[in-house]
């Protein structure tokens, strides 16, 4: 881990912003200022669906990458499938069969990406790059054996790093590695994130930059709020609870890869190329925004077992049971006990809300309770700032802020830097909209 092409000398976090920036931004057409010769830097660099989407886009990239090399820099790029390739091959294997082994579903979306890793070295090779595509398996992706969510054992870039000794580009298959068993596999939705991040940090690069069809993390999803402003830095710790409560960009696990190893990120658009969004280490003097983004998830669903018996070791028994089930269970509320018995509400991914009510009738009959009931229509809205550890009030101007709008909340949960609401799935919009504006982080 570590290795690089100039004598050992690690890269990771030694350039400032500035010059990182300026070595894949700076003019197009002039000679090499001598400050980029100097400064060399390694930058892995991932498009994401949209960016490599059609023929144009293609080039375009090759274009930018193109720039970023003449800047002294060397790259390495990771791509996506085209558009959404990735959604079409999930949709014909439904049309093909019902049984849809793991093994094949991982063999047939990775040809995805592999497509698109094959058309960006020829459009890198058309501008006189010599590039070398290269799937997960051969650029040293070690995985577990889960299917269409594997996690990554080890990376060993000696192919990557043997091509960028030797001067050319290796493109890199996102989201994809082999199995200690030898089967091709998939990391998931979203997981080419994840083996830009991993990758920077297998060959100590600079930076890694995540290049997506907006100009970066915004204060909250622009599509639906569009006074949502570009934010210029962010922390690990806030984008992290940012990805874990709904917004989708980068991916959450890329997110938690790039913390743990100390990654430097950088969100930014593949289309304008402006400076985006830098993810980073939190500095212990600077000054933190109070709340930095507001999130929405509707990916939940709510479950209530009511009628609860309040005695030692109930909800030990019942949160026991519905991870054995592999029910990953998220916010959970117990209300106030009367007359010896208690509610306890819980939320679950919809996909699992089917095995989460089985699951919990079954314990609601063994323990004694009086019944269980869903609520899929939820959504969960949050706000997200460093600065709020030290600021009292948040939380105050969240309910007042949804109260006003007749937002009723159905479940609170906090951590150091969130708090988030529980409300009706319906006026999920509107309550963000309202946080947005109340926070003061809309643009003008
Ligand atoms: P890619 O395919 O490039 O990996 P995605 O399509 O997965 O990117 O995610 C990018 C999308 O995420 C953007 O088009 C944007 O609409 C959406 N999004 C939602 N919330 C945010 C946010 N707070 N900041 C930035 N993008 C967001
Ligand atoms: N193409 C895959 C997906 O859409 C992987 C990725 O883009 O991150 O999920
Ligand atoms: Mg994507």
Known sequence: MGRHPNNGHSHQGRLSTQILTYCSNGPL?????????????????????????DPDRIRSVAEHVSRTVRHGNQVVLVVSAMGKETDSLLRLAEDVSSTRPGREMDMLITAGERKAMALMCMALHDLDLPADSFTGSQ??????????????????????????????IPVVGGSQGVSTDHNVTFLGRGGSDTTAVALAHALGADACELYTDVTGVFTTDPRVVPTAKRIDRISFDELLEMTATGCP????????????????????????????????????????????????DTS??????????????????????????????????????????TDISFTVPHEYLDRAMSTGGSLSTEIGATGVVSDDAIAKVSVIGAGMRTNPGVAATMFETLADCGVNIQMISTSAIRVSCVVSEDRAEEAVTALHESFGLSGD
């Open 29 to 53: 057409s002039e000679g090499l200022p001598p400050v980029a010769l100097n400064v060399v830097g390694l930058l892995v660099q991932k498009f994401g669906g949209t960016a490599v989407g």
């Open 139 to 168: 650029a040293g992706f070690v995985t577990d054996g889960e299917h269409q969510n594997a996690r990554i054992l080890e990376v060993r870039p000696d192919r990557v790093q043997a091509a960028l000794d030797t001067g050319r």
């Open 300 to 341: 939940e669903a709510k479950m209530t077992i009511s009628g609860v018996p309040d005695q030692p070791g109930i909800a030990a028994r019942v949160f026991r049971e519905l991870a054995e089930a592999g029910i990953n269970v998220d916010m959970i509320v117990q209300n106030v006990s009367t007359e010896g018995v």
């Open 249 to 296: 960009k980068p991916a959450m696990r890329s997110v938690e890869y790039a913390r743990t190893h100390g990654v430097r990120l950088h969100v930014r658009s593949a289309f304008t190329w402006q400076e985006g969004t830098w993810v980073d280490e939190e500095e212990p003097d600077m000054e933190q925004a109070i709340i930095s983004a507001v999130t929405h």
